[in-house]
C-alpha cells in the first residue's frame, strides 16, 4: 500500500515548454486534489476531483489543466510554463469529501527558468 | 473569503512545551485541522477538532479552539527535536464538497 505517489521528484523547464505532473492512489479515494506551495503562502488548492469523472477550478487555476484518468489516477497538466509556476506541487486524496483526512503525496519540486 | 492565519517562526528548546496559534475567519467552519510537514515531505495529518469542542487531547498534543475569537491553538508538550517541522493549520467550511483552506505554516524549530 504505497498511498499517494507523485512522479517526477524534481523537474526543471524552460519558458514555454508544457509538462504534465503524475499522480495515483491506491487507497480507492473518491476525491483528489492538486495543490502548489510558495514561500509563506501555504497551500493553495489549483483543481479538484469530487469523484471520478468531475473536475473543478481551485483557487488559483490559470494556466493548469486536469485529468481526473480513471478512480486512481488525477494529472496536472502546465501546456506552456511560466516562471510563476515555479513551485512544489503536492497531490492529495481523500475518501469521499475533502472533511475526510486528506493524504499527501511527496511533492514535485518544479522549476520553471 | 476565508483566510487562516499563523505566525511564522517559532523557536524551542528540547522538553519545553510548544504552543502554535492560528486564527481563521470563517465562522461556518465545521473541521479544522492541524497538518505537519516534514522537510522534503508532503503534509500529514495529526489531529483535528470538531467546531462544537473546546479542546482534543491526543498524547502530547493539545488542541485548543476558541470559536468566539475564531482562535485555534496546538501545544507540544516536551518537544522533541523530531518534532521540528512546518506545522499548518487548515478550516474545513460548513456546505457541500468541502475545500480545505490551509494557513501559511508555522516553522518550529527545537534545539537540543
Known amino acids: 500500500n504505497a498511498g499517494v505517489t507523485q512522479t517526477p521528484k524534481f523537474q526543471v523547464l524552460k519558458t514555454g515548454q508544457s509538462m504534465t505532473l503524475q499522480c495515483a492512489q491506491d487507497?480507492?479515494?473518491?476525491?483528489m486534489y492538486w495543490y502548489r506551495q510558495d514561500p509563506g503562502m501555504g497551500l493553495r488548492l489549483i483543481y479538484y476531483?469530487?469523484?471520478?469523472?468531475?473536475?473543478d477550478k481551485g483557487e488559483v487555476p490559470n494556466g493548469y489543466n486536469v485529468s481526473r484518468l480513471n478512480k486512481r489516477e488525477f494529472s496536472l497538466r502546465l501546456e506552456s510554463a511560466a516562471p510563476s509556476q515555479t513551485s512544489v506541487y503536492f497531490c492529495?486524496?481523500?475518501?469521499?469529501?475533502?472533511?475526510?483526512?486528506?493524504?499527501f503525496g511527496p511533492g514535485t519540486r518544479l522549476t520553471v527558468l | 473569503g476565508e483566510d487562516v492565519e499563523q505566525s511564522l517562526f517559532l523557536s524551542v528548546r528540547e522538553g519545553d512545551s510548544s504552543v502554535i496559534n492560528c486564527t481563521y475567519t470563517?465562522?461556518?467552519?465545521?473541521?479544522l485541522y492541524w497538518y505537519k510537514q516534514e522537510p522534503g515531505a508532503g503534509l500529514q495529518l495529526l489531529t483535528y477538532i470538531f467546531s462544537n469542542m473546546d479542546m482534543k487531547q491526543d498524547q502530547r498534543l493539545t488542541v485548543l479552539l476558541n470559536k468566539k475569537d475564531k482562535h485555534l491553538s496546538l501545544r507540544i508538550a516536551d518537544t522533541q527535536t523530531g518534532d521540528s517541522a512546518i506545522y499548518f493549520c487548515?478550516?474545513?467550511?460548513?456546505?457541500?464538497?468541502?475545500?480545505?483552506?490551509f494557513g501559511t505554516g508555522t516553522r518550529l524549530l527545537v534545539s537540543p
Open positions: 487507497m480507492n479515494h473518491n476525491s
Open positions: 470563517d465562522s461556518s467552519s465545521t473541521y
Open positions: 492529495a486524496s481523500s475518501e469521499a469529501s475533502s472533511t475526510d483526512t486528506q493524504y
Open positions: 487548515a478550516e474545513g467550511p460548513n456546505t457541500g464538497f468541502q475545500k480545505l483552506v
Open positions: 476531483s469530487a469523484s471520478e469523472g468531475t473536475t
